[in-house]
């Protein structure tokens, strides 16, 4: 996934793979079902990072700015221990 600020810089991207993302979004899907509305599916940056390690690659910030711009944004947390 990109995150981009306007539409010609790039931040950063996160990436990765695991098998319970399919059970989260089956879950959710349920959910909505079981209560009688639209079913869209999200899963925010910092889940995927802090709960399915996700990696993550600054692209047009320096590594520093990036782990303090995630720590503003989603709280301190280990973000370095995710860097590509």
């Not at 869209?40 to 590594?63: H, N, W």
């Not at 990036?66 to 370095?80: A, D, Q």
Request: contains cysteine.
């Amino acid at each position: 996934m990109g995150v981009w600020n306007n539409i010609s810089n790039l931040l950063f991207i996160v990436y990765g793979k695991h098998p319970k993302i399919g059970l989260y979004l089956e879950q959710k899907v349920k959910e909505c079902h079981d209560e009688s509305r639209r079913s869209t599916q999200t899963i925010g940056v910092s889940k995927l990072i802090k709960e399915f390690d996700f990696k993550m690659k600054p692209i047009d910030l320096k590594e520093q700015e990036f782990i303090n711009l995630f720590n503003l944004k989603f709280g301190h947390f280990s973000w370095e221990n995710h860097l590509a």
